[in-house]
C-alpha cells in the first residue's frame, strides 16, 4: 500500500519556519520525482517546489529565497523548509509523488495544515 505521509504542519507567526515532512512508503522511492503543492481555501492547488531523482530542484516564484526541497533516498523522505512565512503562506501542504516511468502511478499525500497567522 503506497503512502505519503505528511508531518510538521501547524500554527506560526509572520516571519517564523516550518519544516515540513513527508514519508513514502510503498514506491520504490528513487523511481519518484518529489513535490509539495499547496491549497487554499478557494484557491486552485498549486506548485510549491519539486525535486527531481537526481536532486535538481525548482520553485514557485513566490517562494523562491524562502523554501527549500530536500530529499533523502535513503529514508524515503522528501522535506520543505519553510522560512521568512507570510501570512499568504497558509494552506494545505501536499506532498506528491511524480513517477519517472509512464507504467507507475503518482501520489497525493493527504496534507498538512500551515497557518501563518498573529
Known amino acids: 500500500q503506497v503512502q505519503l505521509a505528511e508531518t510538521g504542519g501547524g500554527l506560526v507567526q509572520p516571519g517564523g519556519s516550518l519544516r515540513l515532512s513527508c514519508a513514502a512508503s510503498?514506491?520504490?522511492?528513487?523511481?519518484?520525482?518529489m513535490g509539495w503543492y499547496r491549497q487554499a481555501p478557494g484557491d486552485q492547488r498549486e506548485l510549491v517546489a519539486r525535486?527531481?531523482?537526481?536532486?535538481?530542484?525548482n520553485y514557485a516564484d513566490f517562494v523562491k529565497g524562502r523554501f527549500t526541497i530536500s530529499r533523502d533516498n535513503a529514508k524515503k523522505m522528501v522535506y520543505l523548509q519553510m522560512n521568512s512565512l507570510k501570512p499568504e503562506d497558509t494552506a494545505v501542504y501536499y506532498c506528491?509523488?511524480?513517477?519517472?516511468?509512464?507504467?507507475?502511478?503518482?501520489?497525493w499525500g493527504q496534507g498538512t495544515q500551515v497557518t501563518v497567522s498573529s
Open positions: 506528491t509523488a511524480d513517477p519517472t516511468l509512464a507504467r507507475l502511478s503518482g501520489y
Open positions: 510503498g514506491i520504490i522511492f528513487n523511481m519518484y520525482h
Open positions: 525535486i527531481t531523482t537526481s536532486g535538481s530542484t
